[in-house]
């Protein structure tokens, strides 16, 4: 099994920046993808970003492209999520998940437990 847990949450002003991180542990040869999802108050989760573990290929939501880069450190079982130009509107829970499939099958199937951001205005 592959465990997750995020880290890297906080309050921050509008503008600011933070840096999520998400340290996988048990049997991370099998991860083909890992994302980033969140979730706000009364909303829908949604998708984030989302990176290939093996080619590093990466893709984005539209909301968050251009200000936020999803990367990895393979050897040290970690993706991050920098995230800059933050705004009010990016105050959720976020989530990291691994999909052990293949890239861009969005069968993501482990999930941490979750990592308050909240952006003041």
């Known amino acids: 099994q592959v465990q997750l847990v995020e880290s890297g949450g906080g309050l921050v002003q509008a503008g600011g920046s933070l840096r999520l991180s998400c340290a996988a542990s048990g049997l991370t040869f099998s991860l083909e993808a890992m994302g980033w999802f969140r979730q706000a108050p009364g909303k829908e989760r949604e998708f984030v970003a989302a990176?290939?573990?093996?080619?590093?290929?990466?893709d984005y939501a539209d909301s968050v492209k251009g200000r936020f880069t999803i990367s990895r450190i393979n050897a040290k079982d970690t993706v991050y999520l920098q995230m800059n130009s933050l705004k009010p509107e990016d105050t959720a829970v976020y989530y990291c998940a691994a999909d052990r499939t293949r890239w861009g099958a969005n069968e993501y199937d482990v999930w941490g437990q979750g990592t308050q951001v909240t952006v003041s205005s």
């Open positions: 990176i290939s573990w093996s080619y590093g290929s990466t």
